[in-house]
């Protein structure tokens, strides 16, 4: 007799980090596990290709609980994340990883992974001046949420797995970070992190992960599992970019202060992040490690092999004049 396959609720299974966990599941048609996709929006293009692929898929929203418990009856396991970018508001995002953890432990979901990051305020309070205080108690905003959400979790005694993510190398299609040709014609990427390595990760890669860690089962409750899948200097990833492009790509490292004034939406959120992780960068990066990930994950993409994969989707920038 077949054992009963066991149910993964994946929260933003439209997403990037959902839709690689979806992809992923589905795709192993022996690991004992199925798939309920949730969205606010399950009649979108995304969700039905989703269904197509043999998810099920089930309507939820992070800020209704109800709809939550609902979608989490009768599942063994769920993948909870939030996205800050779509609503900029660290509250409504801690009050959404509550809505998540009250659901879980309403459901008895047996294993919860929670993609979360630092709370960076431990290592840089309030009153310390290195970087500015932003929203009037955060010092990285998107960073800082998840990090306080952990006590969601851990206060309702749901067994969890935290895991670390790292900057999605997606940025450099979706995000504005892409390389930019300035008036001398060079392609340049700016970012403050000095000499430093960044941790990154291609963002299907997280869901994969966390395949990994579903699939260890208890191994991983009540640990905090970093994950990247390359860390690489700004130096390192534009020779990366120039072999990808065929032409030479230059890092510019640009101080904090002046990445924060760039003065697009985020900026200052973004000045701060860079910056708590190229000063603690030896603790950030010892967090993430990439024979871990790939214990997880064996298809774990570096940054050459996600290069190949997407050089053509990069869209090329101009510097502003």
């Avoid at 609503?87 to 959404?96: I, N, R, Y």
């Amino acid at each position: 007799m077949t054992a009963r396959k066991k149910t993964i609720a994946v929260v933003g299974a439209t997403g990037a980090q959902g839709g690689g966990l979806v992809r992923a599941i589905l795709k192993d048609k022996n690991s004992g596990f199925r798939v309920r996709a949730l969205t606010r929006t399950p009649r979108s293009e995304k969700a039905r290709n989703l269904a197509e692929l043999g998810a099920e898929v089930v309507k939820a929203d992070l800020d209704n609980v109800k709809s939550l418990k609902k979608a989490f009856d009768g599942v063994q396991a769920a993948y909870c994340v939030t996205n800050f970018w779509e609503h900029m508001s660290p509250e409504k995002e801690l009050a959404q990883a509550g809505n998540m953890a009250e659901a879980a432990e309403y459901a008895g979901v047996e294993h919860v992974v929670w993609s979360t990051l630092e709370d960076t305020r431990t290592r840089v309070p309030l009153n310390d001046n290195r970087m500015p205080t932003l929203m009037g108690k955060y010092k990285v905003p998107h960073f800082d949420a998840k990090g306080e959400a952990n006590e969601e979790f851990e206060s309702r005694d749901v067994p969890t797995t935290f895991l670390l993510t790292s900057f999605y190398w997606d940025n450099f299609v979706h995000f504005g970070m892409e390389p930019k040709r300035g008036a001398d014609g060079v392609l340049t990427i700016a970012m403050p992190m000095a000499d430093k390595p960044l941790p990154g990760i291609a963002a299907a890669d997280i869901g994969k992960c966390a395949f990994g860690i579903f699939q260890r089962g208890p191994e991983y409750i009540g640990k905090t599992v970093g994950i990247a899948g390359e860390h690489l200097t700004g130096k390192q990833m534009a020779a990366a970019f120039s072999r990808a492009l065929g032409e030479k790509v230059v890092y510019h490292d640009v101080d904090p202060d002046t990445y924060r004034a760039f003065g697009f939406q985020g900026a200052e959120d973004l000045g701060n992040m860079f910056q708590f992780k190229r000063d603690f960068n030896d603790e950030f990066c010892r967090a993430r490690s990439i024979k871990v990930s790939r214990s997880l994950n064996p298809e774990l993409l570096n940054f050459d092999a996600w290069l190949a994969k997407n050089e053509k989707r990069i869209p090329i920038g101009n510097v502003a004049a």
